[in-house]
């Protein structure tokens, strides 16, 4: 829960010295975008595992680079506000005040966006300005353009834009709510062109995102992201499959998110230290298990909700290929399917394909091997599957879990472990914790 706490920032990797990019741009910005509630991150975990369980509602305001207004509107003067709520009131140099992106005419700029949501999934959109998306997750995709786009929790993008409109007018930069109903109003902050003054607003309404439900407007933006002619492809083929199954549970009375019927619960003991050093007892030494039931309808709420709490580890062979079937599933009444995006710690993975309804052995047959792109974060759509494939070639020990915060706190989540063996020597910060604590000398 530290991110709802404000604990989130950004690392920019530049590319190596002599190397390019394969666009070119005249300058950058970067846009952390999260959600933000009054409620304390501590109450909001006791909302979470208390019984009978108190949601934690929706944010109440959404942010762009950590700034954002409640109860009043940058765009109140229109009158279609649908918020009803006054205009802002701002001078501009007040903490809450929108951080603006100042740009040259004809020029071109890359956005650097990062999406550290603790609930919410998103849609971004600049007024009167195409998108040209370049970049997923660190890693290059065929460049392609879209009039606004959808960010999930855990992903980043990075876009192009050109400023090749009215110069004498300055432009919405918009920020609103996907996959939930949107009682959280939208995030706006302003394009300002030179050499226009900054505060002026568009005359413009700012731009109305697709409806909160449409999820084939996302699987179309989700479908057109492939890797760039000449990044690496998957292995053909994979040594190990495994199936999670994404359902809401009752485990001792309590609402758990589950994987294959198992609710992730972390144990005292950091997994590193304990795997490296054969420490007995530190956690569940039963494997979770690889699938469930195949009778089980997707569809319908689970007829057996009671599930079981775990923290046992995939081991995973060294330079083994895996796939990962993510496999959505109806919550705890009909028609309550959420969507999930998925992070993978430690690695990037290939996004072979989504579906929807319950994943086939036949629908391998619509994989794509050819150009998938490299990720480190997946969304699976309600009553969907979505499809990955990493090699385990990284030693250590790797959570894989959905990175809504509520839903990773209410155990949504599994752990990787993969050449552990290979691993020399565990920093002592790595083991001050449960039963390492012991083999660390305390000075």
Known sequence: MQRSAGLYGSLVVDVAKGEKEPFHY?????????????KGSEEQEVDLSSKPFRWIGEPETLLINGRGQYNCSLAAHFSNNSSNLPSCQLRGDEQCA???????????YRLRLSSTTSVVSLNLAIGNHKLVVVEADGNYIEPFEVDNMDIY?????????RTDQDPSQNYWISLSIRGREPITPQALTILNYSPTPSSKLPVSRPPISPPWNDYNHSKTFSNKIFALVGSPKPPPSYDRRIIMLNTLNIVDGYVRWSINNVSFVPPATPYLGSIRYGVKGAFDPKSPPDSYPVDYDIMKPSPNPNGTYGNGVYKLDFNSTVDVILQNANGLVDNSSEIHPWHLHGHDFWVLGYGDGKFATEDEKQFNLNNPPLRNTVVIFPFGW????????????WPFHCH???????????????????????PREALGCGLTKKMVKIK
Not at 406 to 424: K, L, P, Q, T, Y
């Open 26 to 38: 005249d300058g950058e910005f970067n846009l952390l975008l999260s959600d933000w509630w009054h």
């Open 98 to 108: 929108p951080e603006i992106l100042h740009v040259q005419p004809n020029k071109t």
């Open 153 to 161: 929790s855990g992903e980043s993008y990075s876009i192009l834009f």
């Open 386 to 397: 979505a499809a990955l494939r990493f090699v385990a070639r990284n030693p250590g020990v």
């Open 404 to 426: 809504i915060e509520s839903h990773f706190h209410m155990g949504m989540g599994v752990i990787f472990a993969e050449g552990v063996d290979r691993i020399r020597k565990v």
